[in-house]
């Protein structure tokens, strides 16, 4: 298996421009999550699915969006790039298996995509 | 409010020491705990996690974590440090959602730096 595969892994853009950051996994997880990290922020979930056609938002999802087609892939998408979304992201996947309401399962984390806005 | 901590941003031990990252959380009802380590440009790893059971975890690498119910408290700890261990540590709990989300609250983690 390969796991979680994220590209580009490392992307500068000019304020304004548009691109699209790829996650596939191929562990058939339902949940797959995008996080952002930043200096002394630490991991912030951006958004999430919980299998194909549904998304929501995280903590941060301004300027973000998603989609998920399929199982396996999950694109964030960068509308109009903004100095402030200059971070680490990170894409990760699990199984959904929950207790209590509250995930019991390890994620799985892509090696990132380092992202600069000029 | 659901929260982790990671009291200290930087740990320093010399190798072949013992080394503990410390975590303490704040959740209601039982938590669910997770350590995962960051090597230099990489992504997170799962290191270990306490669902139920002993309190005492065993993972990966060497690693364990003590889960303290009363002191709130899932520290990381390893009997012998290795200079191959310097990463950053990140505790989580898993907390209660409504609806779908599986989400993790993240401490900011703990650079780990291991002295020969």
């Known amino acids: 298996n390969a796991g979680v595969t994220q590209t580009p892994k490392f992307q500068v853009l000019k304020t304004g421009q548009s691109m699209t950051l790829q996650c596939a996994q191929d562990?058939?997880?339902?949940?797959m999550s995008w996080y952002r990290q930043d200096p002394g922020m630490g991991l912030r979930l951006i958004h999430y699915?919980?299998?194909?056609?549904?998304?929501d938002q995280g903590e941060v999802p301004n300027g973000y969006n998603v989609s998920r087609s399929t199982t396996e892939d999950f694109p964030l998408r960068l509308l109009s790039a903004a100095p402030s979304q200059t971070s680490v992201y990170f894409c990760?996947?699990?199984?959904?298996?929950?207790?209590?309401?509250?995930?019991?399962?390890?994620?799985?984390f892509g090696p990132g995509t380092r992202l600069t806005v000029l | 409010a659901q929260s982790v901590a990671q009291p200290e941003d930087q740990v320093n031990v010399a190798e072949g020491n013992p080394l503990t990252v410390k975590c303490t959380y704040s959740v209601s009802g039982n938590p669910y705990l997770f350590w995962y380590v960051q090597y230099p440009n990489r992504g997170l790893q799962f290191l270990l996690k306490?669902?139920?059971?002993d309190n005492l975890v065993k993972g990966s690498y060497g690693f364990e974590a003590e889960f303290n119910k009363s002191q709130t408290s899932f520290h990381l700890k390893k009997p012998s440090a290795l200079v191959s261990d310097s990463a950053l540590y990140f505790c989580a709990v898993s907390s209660h959602n409504a609806g779908n989300n599986r989400k993790l609250i993240w401490g900011l983690g703990t650079s780990l730096a291991v002295n020969p």
């Open positions: 306490y669902i139920t059971g």
């Open positions: 562990m058939n997880h339902e949940y």
């Open positions: 699915s919980v299998g194909a056609g549904i998304t």
């Open positions: 990760a996947s699990s199984y959904s298996r929950t207790s209590g309401g509250r995930s019991t399962d390890t994620q799985y």
